[in-house]
């Protein structure tokens, strides 16, 4: 039989689940930081820390003018790429109708470069020819010697009209000569701005795979959706490789079937599919079946960063224009360390009022607020920090408001809290009646008003840009944390508590005096006389009785005085 659930079982293990809690996030950032790269500082935004400023310029063939449709869709897509690799609080704006400027916090990455930076121009297109990627042979005198680049009298016409991107009749005999003389390492990238109904010659990305390549059959532009997972097999069980997943739409989805059906069961190189991103190679599996619903999936040595950064570039389409890096310098912080002193102190200033309140109003009970401020800014500190780390979240001078706003909102949840348990002690309540009982009635409203704290973060959150983000997500994080803290630790408190002489009894300094109160209530379910006491005193206690009334309990008192009162005049009468 299992022991009887009691609340002070119900507190220690609330407690022990808040000290797990703790420990947990204690050891994961701890362990970020010995073994992953973490800080136990958490990294700040572009405001307070400055970062990398990357200036794009717009690249058109035919000397036209970039449109502002083109650069306001640029600057979303190179938005979302910047978010997407964890770095939040960067800036994207445009400059001078033509270049878009875009701002990074820290030190940028070359990854987060490339994401920058990339055209993520797209295509897929059979393959026909596959081999090493030497541009060189062995001559008579028996040294390596180049290729030849084809003159200008090599035939470059089709022998016949080709049938299909499959044939064999798209390899002329100059685009066999410029396939050997092919520098993988001198000519990466070279086939990115090539016409997509001719063949061309490209290479794997790490350049040890050399091609032939037919047009394009399937544009990336027809891809709808690209997630990084686990492989799995046709059984549902895991292969343990990293793969990408790729969603077509409707004309996606009936090309690449189309392909597919043509490339399952051909010969090798011929039933290769290859996936060519900015002129490169980045995979050309083997259709090893006919793909009619339009999901396909790209496996190969992928690891978890890779396959995310290739279904992050997918997803997020292609750039209406190209762009080439300009320039790129490192700039100071927009605000400065000045300001985030002053946030800093901010907060402490409304942090000391706080206590001050509390211990005021409260008295010693004032100190279970104290206790549950701070342990809600440990673990805001240890989220926010491993968020910087894993994330690539960074703290705002926004994200600073929001963490002051939220000493309030945190505040307010122990106010509630402990008005209703004096409100059950004014009713006559033993104190441990009134911590469960007030709590029952706290927490719906606790509850209610979160949820609309929280609610409002993510509305602003979603529909916000820059550092109102920031801001909504603290503002939502702590919230959060608010709720924690109230449930598995103020509560928890207030039940032991509860059990000790020195609240249990009603002490003057407890916050829980009966007499302060204007209840009869004196401690341990036990219920005073009335007795003799100074006129100050009683006047005193009076006022404060009278502010703590209810609305129902001052209609009460009213009527009954009225009904005094008619009862004398009737008697005057």
């Known amino acids: 039989m299992s022991p009887r659930s009691t609340p002070t079982r119900k507190a220690t293990r609330s407690l022990s689940w808040l000290g797990f809690i703790v420990l947990v996030l204690i050891a994961v950032l701890t362990g970020g930081v010995l073994w992953g790269g973490a800080s136990f500082i958490p990294k700040l935004a572009l405001d307070l820390e400055g970062g990398t400023q990357i200036i794009l310029e717009a690249q058109v063939s035919d000397s036209s003018d970039v449109s502002q449709e083109q650069l306001d869709q640029a600057v979303s897509i190179i938005r979302q790429r910047v978010n997407a690799s964890g770095v939040t609080e960067a800036q994207v704006t445009t400059e001078g109708g033509r270049n878009i400027v875009v701002a990074i916090p820290g030190v940028a990455d070359q990854e987060t470069r490339d994401r920058v930076t990339s055209t993520a121009k797209l295509s897929f297109r059979p393959v026909l020819v596959a081999g090493e990627p030497s541009n060189e042979f062995v001559g008579e005198d028996g040294q390596a010697t180049p290729y030849p680049s084809p003159g200008p009298t090599v035939p470059n016409e089709p022998t016949a009209e080709p049938t299909d991107g499959s044939d064999n009749s798209w390899i002329t005999p100059k685009l066999q000569q410029e396939y050997q003389a092919f520098d993988c390492d001198a000519k990466r990238g070279e ?76 010969e090798s190189p011929k039933n290769q599919f290859a996936i060519v991103l900015d002129g490169e190679v980045i995979s050309a599996p083997r259709s090893q079946a006919v793909i009619a619903d339009g999901k396909a999936q790209i496996s190969g040595n992928f690891t978890e960063d890779t396959s995310k950064a290739l279904a992050d570039q997918l997803k997020y ?38 206590v001050v309140y509390t211990l005021f109003q409260y008295r010693l009970l004032g100190f279970v607020t104290i206790l549950s401020l701070v342990i809600a800014a440990a673990l805001t500190y240890l989220v926010i920090a491993i968020l910087g780390w894993r994330e690539g979240y960074r703290l705002s001078l926004a994200g600073i408001a929001g963490l002051i706003v939220a000493i309030g909102f945190t505040v307010d949840s122990f106010i509630v809290y402990f008005e209703r348990i004096r409100d059950e002690l004014r009713d006559g309540r033993g104190l441990e009646s009134a911590v469960e009982a007030g709590w029952k009635r706290a927490a719906r409203t606790i509850y209610s008003a979160k949820g609309i704290n929280l609610l409002a973060a993510v509305v602003l959150y979603v529909l916000a840009v820059g550092n109102v983000r920031g801001f909504a997500f603290t503002l939502g994080v702590t919230t959060l944390i608010d709720v924690l803290v109230v449930v598995i630790f103020t509560h928890p408190m207030l039940q032991l508590l509860a059990k000790t002489r020195f609240f249990s009894s009603g002490h003057p300094l407890s916050g829980l005096d009966p007499e302060a109160l204007g209840a009869v209530y004196r401690g341990r379910a036990q219920f005073r006389s009335p007795v003799s006491a100074k006129r100050s005193k009683i006047a005193s206690s009076s006022k404060e009785a009278q502010k703590r009334q209810t609305i129902a309990e001052r209609k009460k008192a009213e009527l009954a005085s009225s009904g005094t009162a008619k009862k004398n005049d009737e008697k005057d009468s």
């Not at 985030?340 to 402490?348: R, S």
Request: hydrophobic share 40%; glycine share 12%.
């Open 317 to 354: 389409g292609a750039l209406p224009i190209n762009f080439t890096e300009l320039s790129s310098n490192q700039i100071s912080a927009t605000l400065g360390s000045a300001q985030l002193e002053i946030g800093l102190i901010t907060g402490l200033i409304g942090l000391l009022l706080v």
């Open 191 to 266: 086939a990115a701005d090539a016409p997509e109904d001719q063949p061309i010659i490209a290479c794997e990305t790490d350049g040890t795979v050399k091609y032939i390549l037919g047009p394009v059959e399937v544009e990336g532009a027809n891809i709808s959706d690209a997630s990084a997972g686990m492989g799995q097999t046709q059984t549902g069980a895991t292969t343990g490789q990293w793969v990408v997943n790729l969603e077509f739409d409707s004309t996606g989805a009936k090309a690449f079937a189309d392909v597919t059906s043509r490339l399952t069961g051909a």
